[in-house]
C-alpha cells in the first residue's frame, strides 16, 4: 500500500514588506483591502483546482494543492501579476505529513532569495504530485468548530471577549496538533478552525479537543473527512461535523463517500 | 479639557452561520472568498471615512469609526445588500476606552436578537459621536512589529514556524492590553499588530513589549501615533514606526503632527 | 440666477495599451477581468461622493464628479496605485453643458502628456468646483430604457439580435442628444442608457426618441431628474421612469423632490 | 475532415431587471459595480477553461466555452450563487457558426422560462461538445484595432469623440460580420474589437475593414487566430497583431503555431 501524500503550495509576496511603507507608509485600509483580495483571488484560483488556501499572515500564505500542477501554479502567478501591484513566489513540495511537505516548501523558498530580495520576482520551486502517485486517502481535514458559540458567546459577551476566546483556542490547538501530529491547523472565520492532518497515522482528535478544554474552558467538536484532495476532505470533514451536530456528538469521521460541491 | 473619546462600530453578517451550511455546506473556498471580499469592500469603505475594520472573525468585524457618521453606516449595509449575497447589521457606541466602547456596542445589538434570529436584518443601533464633540486626540493607535522578522523568521524557519510566532505572539500581546489598558489589539498581516488604546491614560508600551518577550521570546517594536480619526492616528503610528527602524529605538511616539496619507 | 454647472472628470489609465502587450500580450480574460474591476472600484468610490463614472472605453473612462472636490480625487488615484498594477491620471474640467466640460478635461490632460507618454503617470490637472458655487439643479439625468424589452426581445429573439438592438439604439441616441444638445449619452446594461444633460436649456427628449425609433424601430422611454449631484440627479430620473412605467408614458419629469438611496 | 464547431455559454442574470428597481430603485454606481465584479469572476472563471466571456448588455453575458465541460458550468452558477445577491441561468449549445450556436443556446433558455420569470432560477440547459469531437480548429478569431488610435484621437479629439468613433465603429464592424459570416462581434476596451468568427469557411476581412473605413472613415487592422479553445485562438490573434504593428499591415494570420500566456 502507498503512502498517503501530502502537496502543499507557500504562496509568498515578493518584497511586499518594503512596498508597503515605500515611498511613505500606505493608507492601512488600502492595505487591508489589497491582502483580503489578493488573498480572496487566490482562493477562488486555488479552490477552482480542489486546494484549499489560508490567510496565515496574508503576506504568506498556505496552501493545500493535491491536484493542481504546474500550469496550475503559473496560472496563479500569471493572475497576480496581472491584477495586482504585487507578484507571489510559489514553493511546492509534497511530504507524508503537512508539517514536513511545508518543511521541505519553505526551505526550498529560502534557498532561492530573502522574501525581501528584490531581485527574486515569481520564484517557482518545487514538483507537484504525479497524476498516478495520488490516491483518494491523501489528504486528511479536521473541521472543528465551538460548540453552541452564537449562543454561548456571540449573543452573550462583547465582541472582543467572543474573539479572544476563538484566537486563544485557534492557538492552543494550532500548537497542540503542530507538536502532537504535524498537523497544519488555520482559523477560517467565525469559530472555525480547519487542520490539515497527516493521513498516515490516527490523530488525536480526543486528546485534541480536551487538551483545548483544559487549557482554556472552551468546548470543541470535530468532522473529520479525507479525499483526494483537500476540497473532497474538507467537503467530507464539514458533512460529518453536521453529523455531530445532529447526533449531539464531539467527534465524527466521514471517510467513505465522496461529497459534491 | 475634554475626554478623548473612542467610537467604534461592530459589524455582524446576519445569520451567517446558518446560510454557510444550507441546504448543504457551501464550498470553503468560496466561503473564505466571500468573507475576505466583504471585509475587503468594508475595509475600504470604514477607510473612506478615515476609519479602520479589522476582520476578527470575519462574520464579526470591529471597526474604529470616528469620523462616520449615521449616514456612512447605512451606506455601508446599503453596500453589502446590493453586493453579497448576505448582509449586516452595524452597531455603533463611543466611551473612554476601547474596550468599553465595544462592549456597549455588543450589548446594544444583542438586545435587538441574536446573530442567528432570522428575522433581524440590518439592524443598526446606536448613535455616531457629535461632530463637535471630537477632539484631534480622540484616537490612539500602536502598530507593532517583530524585529527583524523576515531575516530571523521568514527566511529561517518554516512558514508554519513563522505563522505560529506571529500568532503567539499576537495572542499574548492582545490579552496583555486588553487586561491592563483596555485596549483593544488586531493582527493586520506580515508580523504587523495594530492596538486601539485608550487616548486618556498612558498605555503602559513597555510593560508590554517586556512582557511578549518573556512569554514568547519574540522582540517587539511600536510606533505611537494619535489623531482626530484612526487613519491619522494610524499613519502617525507607521511614520512612528519608521522612526523606531531609523533610530533602532524599541518605542517612538508621532503626537504631534498630522500626517497626509 | 445662477448657471447650472456640470463637472467632468476624465480618467485615463496611463500607458496601458503598451502594458497590455508587454512583455508579451497579456491573457484577454485577465484584461477583461482587470478592466472590469477597477471600473467597479472607481465606481464605488465615485459613487459614495455622489458622483456617476461610465466605464467608456474602459481605459478612458467619463466620470460626472459634481461634489468631489480635490482630495476625493487624489484618493481614487491613491486606492488605484495601491491595489492594481496600472496607475490613473484625473483631468477635471466644469462648464455649462457636459459635452463643453469634458472637451476642456480632455484638452487639459492632453496639454500634460500622451495617453501613452511613460513619463506622464498620475498627473491631476483642472480645478472641482468651489462648493459655494454649486447649485441643486446642476445635474439634469436622463434615464432611456427600451418599451418591453424582455418580452420583445430578451425571450423572443436571440442575444445577439437583443445584443445588436440595444447596441444600435444607444449609438443612434448617443450622436443625436450630443449632436443636438451637447449631451453625454453612456450605455449602462441591460436596455438602459443614461445621458448627462445640459440643466441650462430643455432638452428635446421627444425629438430623441421619436429619432431612435425612426432610425431604428426600437421604442425609448425616458424619466429625466435634476440635483446637486449625479446620484441625486439619478435617483430622481429613475423615480421618473418608474412614473412612466406605471402611468404608460414615455416621458415624466421629477425634477422637485430629493430622493434617498 | 470534421467540420470545426464553435459552442457558447449565454449566461443570463436571473429576473434581474425586477431586482433593480425592488423595492425602490437601486443606487446606480452599486449597480454599475455589481455588474462589473460579477463579469470579471465570469470571465477569471471562464478564462481559467480557455474559454472568452463578453459583457455584452451584463445581465445577458455571452461566452465562448470550447473546453468547458458541464462541471466547469455549474461551479459558475456556483460561485455566482455564493458571491453575489443575484444568481445565474446558463445554455450552452454548439454549432458549426458563432451565431448558429448563440441563436439555438437562446432558444434552448427562452423555452424554459422567461428572463423575469422569478420561478426559473439557475436553469441549465443544453450540452457541452463530447472532448472526443474537439479539434484544434474549432475557434477562430480576429482581434481588431483602430490604427494609431492614441495619437489620432486619444490625444487629439476629445474623449466622448474618441468614444463616438470606437461605438460608431464597433456597431459597423458589429453588424457587417453578423450579417456576412455569421461573426460574433465584441468590443473589449480601448480601441479592440474582438470577433468569434466561423472557422470553417473564410471570413471577408478585407471586405470588412474596408466596410467600416468607407461608413466611417475609421481604419482598422486585425490579427486573426485559431485553436482548441478562445484562448488559444485569441492569443494566436494578439500576435497576428503585433505582426501588424511591426510590418505596418492590415491583416495578418497566425494559424499555425500554439501560443501560451
Chains 1, 2, 3, 4 share one sequence.
Not at 479572544?164 to 472555525?192: H, I, K, P, Q, W
Amino acid at each position: 500500500m502507498s503512502t498517503p501524500t501530502i502537496q502543499v503550495t507557500l504562496v509568498q509576496l515578493d518584497n511586499y514588506g518594503p512596498w508597503t511603507v515605500t515611498p511613505e507608509p500606505r493608507r492601512e485600509t488600502d492595505l487591508q483591502s489589497l491582502q483580503a483580495r489578493l488573498f480572496a483571488d487566490v482562493s477562488r484560483q486555488v479552490g477552482t483546482g480542489g486546494g484549499y488556501v489560508f490567510h496565515s499572515r496574508f503576506d504568506n500564505m498556505i496552501a493545500v494543492t493535491n491536484g493542481l500542477d504546474d500550469e496550475d501554479h503559473t496560472a496563479i502567478q500569471r493572475t497576480v501579476r496581472n491584477q495586482y501591484p504585487v507578484t507571489v513566489s510559489l514553493s511546492v513540495a509534497a511530504s507524508d505529513t503537512p508539517a514536513a511537505a511545508l518543511e521541505l516548501a519553505s526551505e526550498r523558498l529560502q534557498r532561492v532569495g530573502s522574501a525581501q530580495d528584490s531581485n527574486r520576482e515569481e520564484a517557482l520551486v518545487g514538483d507537484p504530485l504525479d497524476d498516478e502517485a495520488r490516491t483518494a486517502e491523501d489528504v486528511t481535514v479536521a473541521h472543528f468548530d465551538v460548540d453552541d458559540f452564537t449562543s454561548r458567546y456571540t449573543d452573550r459577551v462583547d465582541a472582543f471577549d467572543a474573539h479572544m476566546s476563538v484566537t486563544t483556542a485557534y492557538a492552543t490547538l494550532m500548537r497542540y496538533l503542530y507538536r502532537e501530529c504535524d498537523a497544519l491547523s488555520f482559523f477560517v472565520g467565525g469559530d472555525n478552525i480547519v487542520s490539515i492532518c497527516p493521513s498516515a497515522e490516527p490523530t488525536n482528535y480526543q486528546g485534541a479537543i480536551q487538551h483545548v478544554t483544559a487549557e482554556t474552558g472552551i468546548e470543541l467538536k470535530v468532522g473529520i473527512g479525507r479525499g483526494r484532495t483537500a476540497h473532497e476532505a474538507g467537503m467530507s470533514a464539514k458533512h460529518a461535523l453536521e453529523e455531530c451536530r445532529t447526533n449531539g456528538t464531539r467527534i465524527e469521521r466521514d471517510l467513505a463517500t465522496a461529497h459534491g460541491d
